[in-house]
């Protein structure tokens, strides 16, 4: 069974810092590109980051650029979303999603993927 599980989430200050994973079980991340993305409440989902299968690819949202930085650790068949500066507009649920049809090159905000994880909260707030 093809599973995502993102972790790392919690409560943090603005300013602070905050670093995403999303460890995959049932199938290895090699030959995947994966994303990240948000939805907060009230609002729809938006594309947050992406890095295609070998990472030599990456993909911001402009309202992250600077910020965040994701990586991928293929060995650990892991993909990791750091989070800097955080602001209380950064505050949603966190989801990561896979898929082998290379959709980061299509973008950030191409939401286009197989496999979705169940999220993770992240709150920014004083």
């Known amino acids: 069974q093809l599973q995502l599980v993102e972790s790392g989430g919690g409560l943090v200050q603005p300013g602070g810092s905050l670093r995403l994973s999303c460890a995959a079980s049932?199938?290895?991340?090699?030959?995947?590109?994966i994303g990240w993305f948000r939805r907060a409440p009230g609002s729809a989902r938006e594309g947050v980051s992406c890095?295609?299968?070998?990472?030599?690819?990456?993909k911001y949202a402009d309202s992250v650029k600077g910020r965040f930085t994701i990586s991928r650790d293929n060995a650990k068949n892991t993909v990791y979303l750091q989070m800097n500066s955080l602001k209380p507009e950064d505050t949603a649920v966190y989801y990561c999603?896979?898929?082998?049809?290379?959709?980061?090159?299509?973008?950030?905000?191409?939401?286009?993927?197989?496999?979705w994880g169940q999220g993770t909260q992240v709150t920014v707030s004083s």
């Open positions: 999603a896979a898929d082998r049809r290379d959709p980061c090159s299509f973008g950030a905000y191409y939401g286009g993927y197989s496999y």
């Open positions: 049932g199938f290895t991340l090699d030959y995947y590109d």
């Open positions: 890095v295609s299968s070998t990472g030599g690819r990456t």
